[in-house]
């Protein structure tokens, strides 16, 4: 009997041709079979061949993330499909911008957290900071939850960006 510590959160890279209509398939089949995506992100990677990469971030059981790379794998784009949580080292980042709105003692207190993060005040007004946060994923969340009592208005995320240490390319 499967049990919620069988349960963990993968990142998955797949290399596809950059055509109209790929995202909406990789999206489809993971809506269509109850599958959740925690994090995607989607870029060019190679403009002369025209492919692109995908970035997402899963939860599943080893039997449920097996079947997400073998349907991910039949699917006519792709590629190459690799899990970058088991075939080795890798490397991920996220990046978030936050709007902490506040005077006073809290304007203060906001600084000296993004300082201790490592985060940069990217715009500034008399009532108001804009901070760029790069790191894993459980940074910005901590760096989150320390903001919110002290004004946090606004987040954006872009995803988990991630990729293979070592000198051998992956995709």
């Known amino acids: 009997m499967m049990t919620q510590q069988d349960i963990r959160t993968h990142t998955i890279a797949v290399l596809v041709d950059n055509e109209a209509g790929v995202l909406a398939r990789v999206i489809g089949l993971f809506s269509g079979r109850g599958y959740n995506i925690e994090s995607l992100t989607v870029a060019e990677v190679d403009t002369a061949e025209h492919l692109s ?13 097996e079947q997400i790379k073998a ?6 784009p792709v590629r190459m499909v690799a899990d970058l949580t088991v075939e080795g080292p890798a490397v991920s980042r996220e990046l978030a911008l936050l709007k902490v709105v506040g005077t006073g003692e ?24 804009v901070f760029e946060i790069v790191g894993k994923t459980d940074k910005l969340d901590a760096f989150i939850k320390l903001m919110e009592p002290l004004g946090l208005a606004e987040i ?3 995803g988990v960006a991630a990729i293979a240490r070592g000198k051998d390319p992956l995709l």
């Open 53 to 65: 990469r995908i970035t997402l971030v899963t939860s599943g059981t080893p039997m449920v993330i």
């Open 71 to 76: 349907q991910l794998g039949r699917l006519v």
């Open 106 to 129: 809290k304007r203060v207190e906001s600084l000296r957290i993004a300082d201790i993060f490592r985060a940069n005040v990217v715009d500034s007004t008399n009532e108001s900071f």
């Open 156 to 158: 954006s995320r872009t």
